[in-house]
Each structure stands twice: as C-alpha cells, then as structure tokens.
C-alpha cells in the first residue's frame, strides 16, 4: 500500500510514533491527515504541520470516535488508512493495581481499536478497500516484566489485530499490527525522582519507527518489527518457554534492584 493520494487518520497523533507518523504520511504525499488525540492542543499543532485537521478525541469513549470517523466521512467521503495509534502505560506491578487503571488501560490499549473499526470498517467495506493499523508493542509478543497490565492489554491489542487480519482481508481491509521495543517518546520518559526506562538504551526515535511502518505498507505485511531482534527473541521464547521465563526473571530482578539503588541514593541525598 502506498500512502500517497491517502485519506489518512491517526490517533494518538500529537506526539511520539503518532506524531511522527503524520508527518511520514505527509512526506510521502497523503491528501489528508486527520490528527486526534485527548490533547486537542498538540493535535493542532501537528496537524496545522501536515495540512491537515485536528480532533480531540478519548479513543475510550465509543460515541467520540464514531463521531469523530462520521465527521471525517462526511467532510472528505472516504477514510483509506486508519492508524489506531492512541495508548497508555497504564502503570508498575500486577495485583496492586487498582481496578479502575485496569479498566481504562484496557479500554485505551484494546477496546479503542474496536471502537474504531467498528466506526470505520462499514465505509471501507463498501468501498472494497481499506488499511488499518493497530499499535501494539513488542511486550504483546514477548511480555513487561514489570508492567502487567500493559503487557496484558498488548497482548491483547496484537490478538484482535491478528483477528481482524483474518477476517477482514477478503472485503478488502488490510490490518497490520505495529510492535516496536523501546521507542524515544514521552511515554518511555521517567518522572522525575525515578530511574531510566531499562528499555532506553536501545530505543529508536519516532522517526525510525514510522520508517519501517512505510517499507512495511509498501510490502502489505502484517506484523511490524522496527526491531528486528524482535523476531529472534519471539523464536527463542516458542523454542524454550520455560527458559525464556527464566530470563525474564532475571530482567525483572535486575530491574527492580536498579530502581531500589537509585531509590537507595536519592533518600542518602
């Protein structure tokens, strides 16, 4: 798929992979590149940058993106790309989290793409054409040993693209799920007072990600790897399941020892 002459929206769009994804789009020649994000602010600006059209949009609410997707059609008569980009981290730890990040992290990291296919499919079938994208996260192939919940929900995310994949290939949809590692966006950023990401020293920049999302539209594939490590690790992981979790015991460990360091040295300051 190429994106020039494409009518494009893209969530989560007013910064990271989001942002950087819309102005790839635009290099490349879209006609339109509808920005939406709750930061209604930050999706002026980047879609102002392309040419394009903002929306504030919370891709957990069912309505706001129906909505949102109505208005899109009205205005330009047709959506050919969907980037359903828009998710959250949600928080550390697994049982001690409370119910309520449970739910609005599953409702951002996997429901919004229901939502949104819901929204947009119909059109796209009726046109015999379409591509849809999910943002998923190498954690949904591999795991966050440190972070259920988002390792929960991208999971999550990865299966459902893997399904529409499935099902919706032969009206003329294609779906693609994007898993990137450790990429230089905010979500990957510390607060202050808290120790580096373990996933910073590898990370790419937005720039590199939306890189390998073009070479891959260009070749219709499915899966996304702009690590390609990625790819080994899953290997390993099917060849040895149980040692692969011994591994990432050994990740969490290390992990969890770094933080209590630097925990250790700010309370000595």
Sequence with gaps: MK??????????????????????????????IFVADLDFEGAKKVAESVGGKAFRLDVGDEENCQSVVREILDEAGRIDFVCSNAGIAGAEGSLEVSDDVWRRIYEINVLSHVFLARAVFPSMIELGAGAFLITASAAGLLTHPTAAPYAVTKHAARALAENFAIEFREKGIYVSCLCPQGVKTPMLECAEGEPENFLMAEAITSEECAEAVIKALEKETFLILPHAEVADYIVKKAENYDRWLHSLRKIRNAVLAEKEKFLSKGKQA
Excluded: D, P, Q
């Excluded at 009518?7 to 007013?14: K, S």
């Excluded at 992979?17 to 635009?26: D, S, Y």
């Design 3 to 32: 994106v020039k002459g494409k009518i494009i929206l893209v969530t989560g769009g007013a910064s990271g992979i989001g942002k950087a994804l819309c102005e790839r789009f635009h290099a490349e020649g879209a006609e339109k």
